[in-house]
T-cell receptor
Framework: DAKTTQPPSMDCAEGRAANLPCNHSTISGNEYVYWYRQIHSQGPQYIIH???NNETNEMASLIITEDRKSSTLILPHATLRDTAVYYC????????????FGTGTRLQVFP | DGGITQSPKYLFRKEGQNVTLSCEQNLNHDAMYWYRQDPGQGLRLIYY???????QKGDIAEGYSVSREKKESFPLTVTSAQKNPTAFYLC???????????FGPGTRLTVL
């Protein structure tokens, strides 16, 4: 079972920041937070991951609370191409185990 | 370009026929995975392989078979024993003991 909770859907105006929340209250000390997204009828795309520090890359920023029980993925300037389902996943750093995808958040970016 | 390729993108088969889905990667990744996705659902793991000539069952392996004869290739056969094979099939790969998985574009299988 997925160990994360996300809102089923969100809207965002193009050019504005999209802030996608995720709750992971049972996260273990050795588990990372991963974010993927899936554009309709395509394979999931890796976005970013982190342990406890905030992370930023060319796609997004990841803010993890100090108690690590929740996180927020930030798309700083959403575009129409960011419309997708966003998945928050927690898992250990090593190993080749499965990724447990829940139902994610469907982000709709509108003009 | 480096990446994962799956072919074909759409596949149609008659009920009772076996069908093999292709997955190739040129990322030099050791581990490869097969997932299934049904409409409105998350992904479920079918099989995975950490090294050549070795693979393990995932959560829903019944009715499926795989082989890993080459590092670059991990084909999935959907057999007639799979009760509900119509779905979107996704292949992924990762480095040895690396948790970040990279996905192919998927194959949508429809059994008529």
């Amino acid at each position: 079972d997925a160990k994360t909770t996300q809102p089923p859907s969100m809207d965002c105006a193009e050019g504005r920041a999209a802030n996608l929340p995720c709750n992971h209250s049972t996260i273990s000390g050795n588990e990372y937070v991963y974010w993927y997204r899936q554009i309709h009828s395509q394979g999931p795309q890796y976005i970013i991951h982190g342990l406890k520090n905030n992370e930023t890359n060319e796609m997004a920023s990841l803010i993890i609370t100090e108690d690590r029980k929740s996180s927020t993925l930030i798309l700083p300037h959403a575009t129409l191409r960011d419309t997708a389902v966003y998945y928050c996943i927690v898992r250990v750093a090593e190993g080749n185990d499965k990724l447990i995808f829940g139902t994610g958040t469907r982000l709709q970016v509108f003009p | 370009d480096g990446g994962i390729t799956q072919s074909p993108k759409y596949l149609f088969r008659k009920e009772g026929q076996n069908v093999t889905l292709s997955c190739e990667q040129n990322l030099n990744h050791d581990a490869m995975y097969w997932y299934r996705q049904d409409p409105g659902q998350g992904l479920r793991l079918i099989y995975y392989s950490q090294i050549v000539n070795d693979f393990q069952k995932g959560d829903i392996a019944e009715g499926y078979s795989v082989s890993r004869e080459k590092k670059e290739s991990f084909p999935l056969t959907v057999t007639s024993a799979q009760k509900n094979p119509t779905a979107f099939y996704l292949c992924a790969s990762s480095m040895a003991r690396g948790p970040t998985q990279y996905f192919g574009p998927g194959t949508r299988l429809t059994v008529l």
